[in-house]
């Protein structure tokens, strides 16, 4: 039986990669080498705020350090700002809402678990007035895994009960270092899949929790702690959710 599901934002919930992939070129389009920079820093890795930090260091590599860790820092907001506002007009993944409704309907706990810093991740979700269906939302800097974890505890739910969506390898990554099912959002083909747990968007989502949800669990059922920054993040979203 399905307890919680978990929904990756960018790509799953909200047609936004495409946006913010648009918003981290304008950011640097207009300096010069910065689209170079760019494209280095994206290939370690990391937050926004680690790529931003490398493509200032790209940009002066001789730089005084407190100077470029200032131009990485107001690069990284800037990005941020221009997310904000592509993603507040944003369109939702097809059969988004009339998903959420129908599992909280159902009784299922709804969190979201995303790599967005979490305070920009809970303004934007309550901005889009999705918080009525959500019993925690989690962001960075804590990794996907270790969010979905502190869902896990905060819920009581063993893995085997809980079902992460999302459309990114991270996603899958999360899912499978924990035993928890997946279902793979391929509107973009970041992720390739086939068969029920596979689909373009979310207008199938809650038949096809309804059929995992007539079947009997198996497996164990594991107690999983929360990490500690995690952990923060949840206190953070529930204590904000009333306001």
Same mark, same amino acid.
């Given at each position: 039986m399905i307890r919680l599901v978990l929904f990756d934002f960018d790509g799953t919930l909200v047609d936004s990669n495409a946006l913010k992939r648009a918003c981290m070129r304008a950011i640097v389009a #207009?300096?010069?080498?910065?689209? *170079?920079?760019?494209?280095?820093?994206?290939?370690?890795?990391? !937050?926004?705020?680690?790529?931003?930090?490398? @493509? *200032?260091?790209?940009?002066?590599?001789?730089?005084?350090?407190?100077?470029?860790?200032?131009?990485?820092?107001?690069?990284?907001?800037?990005?941020?700002?221009?997310?904000?506002?592509?993603?507040?007009?944003?369109?939702?993944?097809?059969? @988004?809402?009339?998903?959420?409704?129908?599992?909280?309907?159902?009784?299922?706990?709804?969190?979201?678990n995303s790599a967005t810093p979490h305070s920009d991740l809970l303004a934007i979700v309550r901005g889009r007035g999705l918080l009525a269906w959500l019993d925690g939302v989690l962001g960075g800097p804590a990794s996907k895994t270790a969010n979905?974890? *502190?869902?896990?505890?905060?819920?009581?739910?063993? $893995?085997?009960?809980?079902?992460?969506?999302?459309?990114?390898?991270? #996603?899958?990554?999360?899912?499978?270092?924990?035993?928890?099912?997946?279902?793979?959002?391929?509107?973009? !083909?970041?992720?390739?899949?086939?068969? $029920?747990?596979?689909?373009?968007?979310?207008?199938?989502?809650?038949a096809l929790v309804d059929r995992i949800r007539s079947r009997p669990l198996r497996g164990r059922k594991a107690s999983v702690p929360a990490s500690r920054s995690a952990r923060g993040n949840l206190i953070l979203a529930r204590s904000r959710k009333s306001h």
């Open positions: #207009d300096l010069p080498g910065g689209l *170079a920079a760019l494209e280095k820093a994206r290939r370690l890795g990391g !937050n926004r705020y680690r790529l931003f930090a490398e @493509a *200032a260091r790209l940009l002066d590599p001789c730089g005084e350090p407190s100077a470029i860790a200032r131009r990485g820092r107001a690069l990284a907001a800037a990005y941020t700002r221009c997310c904000a506002r592509a993603i507040a007009a944003a369109p939702e993944r097809r059969g @988004a809402r009339a998903a959420l409704a129908a599992l909280k309907a159902r009784g299922i706990k709804i969190w979201v979905l974890r *502190a869902a896990l505890a905060a819920e009581g739910v063993a $893995p085997r009960q809980a079902l992460m969506v999302g459309d990114g390898p991270d #996603d899958l990554e999360a899912a499978r270092a924990l035993g928890t099912l997946f279902v793979a959002i391929t509107a973009e !083909n970041r992720l390739a899949g086939k068969g $029920p747990f596979a689909m373009r968007d979310l207008a199938r989502l809650p």
